[in-house]
């Protein structure tokens, strides 16, 4: 009991992967002619009516050898209701997205496809740019905790510390990357 205690109180991600985590690359405000993207709506947790704002992320999809590369481009919080829906519409139809995960759609495993590619260093974030997206992200990032094992594990941030909509955006991101096909690339992120 005492080891499922302690590995639930331990960061899901090391300083290592949290590293990995650190792109070079920029935020984008608009897509890049030719690239490919993908999109994830991350829905508060907890009550219905949740404090904590939509979290619409899109990612782009890059070929890595055999393997796929996914870099976080951009993120747009909305509360839920007329501009949520005017916010996803408007992601989705400005970046050209080829998938958009959301919460239910993605199958389960997505907390350990989320952890693999991390693990891997498949997935990056946009590079500092002085945002309050960039800050919450990895203020996420550090709290994040997995809860669960194999297809039932759960992505998580202590709801005492605020919302978890930038990790489970992220892990959605993941999902939606893995049903993108590019030329000379696997299905599957890494």
């Not at 070079?24 to 219905?48: D, E, F, K």
């Not at 949740?50 to 590369?69: D, I, L, M």
């Not at 999902?175 to 299905?187: C, D, F, K, R």
Request: net charge neutral; aromatic share 6%; with cysteine.
């Amino acid at each position: 009991m005492v080891t499922l205690v302690q590995a639930q109180t331990q960061r899901l991600f090391t300083l290592e992967q949290r590293a990995g985590l650190k792109g070079r690359h920029p935020r984008l405000s608009a897509p890049s002619p030719g690239a490919v993207y993908v999109a994830a709506v991350a829905l508060p947790t907890g009550a219905q009516r949740s404090p904590f704002p939509t979290t619409v992320a899109v990612g782009e999809v890059q070929p890595n050898g055999a393997q796929q590369r996914l870099h976080i481009v951009h993120h747009v919080r909305a509360p839920a209701g007329d501009a949520l829906h005017a916010s996803l519409a408007c992601v989705v139809a400005a970046w050209g997205c080829q998938a958009v995960a959301v919460p239910g759609a993605a199958p389960r495993g997505t907390a350990n496809a989320l952890v693999a590619a991390v693990a891997a260093g498949g997935v990056a974030m946009y590079r500092d740019d002085g945002s309050a997206d960039y800050q919450e992200f990895w203020a996420q990032i550090v709290r994040a905790r997995m809860d669960g094992a194999g297809l039932f594990a759960r992505l998580f941030v202590e709801p005492a510390t605020g919302d978890d909509g930038y990790l489970n955006s992220m892990a959605l991101l993941v999902e939606a990357a893995l049903e993108v096909e590019q030329p000379g690339a696997s299905t599957r992120a890494a």
